[in-house]
């Protein structure tokens, strides 16, 4: 218990719970939704702004927020009216994305040590301003979730149905990618890019079948995101491991077990 103590433990945990928060919530539309390659390409062109921020020398999280905004948008322009080619436009602007960042990095001066931190996360190093916004991010989820629930739920499992209840169904799929773009610049801090989408997608896939709405759905998805994120620190603290890719693993073991106890159980009994 001694380690609670310690200053950066402490901005860890800060960190790992209200990015779980952001994944919990998000995720779950993002699973509903079947919008996982969505969420995904918003994560990987994510890396121009990484870019941006070395190249100009101004602070990352800004510039990743304003850059995955800025792409989640053109996203959202090209797929609501074309949902049926919307892995190929994702799967253009990803590559533009990275693409982007890592010229602007070719092109900036030095190296800079914390580049590694955003591929594969540095949960323990994350600084109090971060947090901050971190929590404003959370704020503004949990507002646009509560002030919206019944549009987003009517949306997530009938756009058709939504659109003739004239839902203004395009700006809400503005607004859903926006959130993702928040939320996924939040869970950068926590595992990287390269492995944002587990985050994202595991808990709410665990999940989904015990829970009787979409706001259960998560809650329980939060909840289980912080077991991950409690779980993952301990370890790797425990036996010096990378922090984002234990945390990662730790899921993807609780995914398996229940994979196995879910085939074994959809199994018939011999009489």
Not at 60 to 72: D, V, Y
Not at 83 to 91: C, K, L
Not at 140 to 161: H, P, R, T, V
């Amino acid at each position: 218990m001694d380690v609670l103590s310690l200053p950066f433990i402490q901005h860890a945990i800060l960190a790992g719970i209200l990015a779980s928060v952001a994944c919990g919530i998000i995720g779950s539309l993002v699973v509903v939704n079947r919008s996982v390659f969505l969420a995904g390409g918003i994560a990987h062109a994510a890396y121009g702004g990484v870019g941006l921020a070395f190249f100009l020398s101004l602070p990352p999280l800004p510039c990743i927020i304003g850059f995955s905004l800025f792409m989640a948008l053109i996203m959202a322009a090209f797929t609501v009216e074309r949902r049926h080619r919307m892995d190929t436009f994702i799967g253009v602007l990803w590559a533009v994305g990275m693409a982007t960042g890592i010229i602007l990095i070719d092109l900036s001066p030095g190296y800079n040590v914390d580049l590694m931190s955003f591929l594969f996360g540095s949960i323990l190093t994350v600084p109090v301003s971060d947090i901050k916004v971190m929590a404003a991010v959370d704020i503004l989820i949990i507002g646009a979730m509560c002030g919206f629930y019944k549009e987003f739920l009517a949306m997530s499992y009938d756009m058709e149905f939504a659109r003739v209840r004239g839902l203004p169904v395009r700006l809400f799929h503005f607004l859903f990618m926006a959130l993702v773009a928040l939320a996924v610049v939040m869970t950068i801090r926590v595992v990287g890019l390269i492995l944002v989408m587990a985050l994202f997608t595991i808990a709410p896939y665990l999940t989904e079948r015990f829970s009787a709405s979409l706001a259960g759905m998560m809650v329980t998805s939060t909840i289980a995101n912080i077991v991950f994120v409690f779980t993952g620190l301990w370890i790797s603290y425990r036996y010096n491991l990378t922090s984002g890719a234990t945390i990662i693993l730790v899921a993807a073991l609780f995914f398996m077990i229940f994979i196995i106890l879910s085939r074994f159980a959809s199994c018939p009994r011999k009489p």
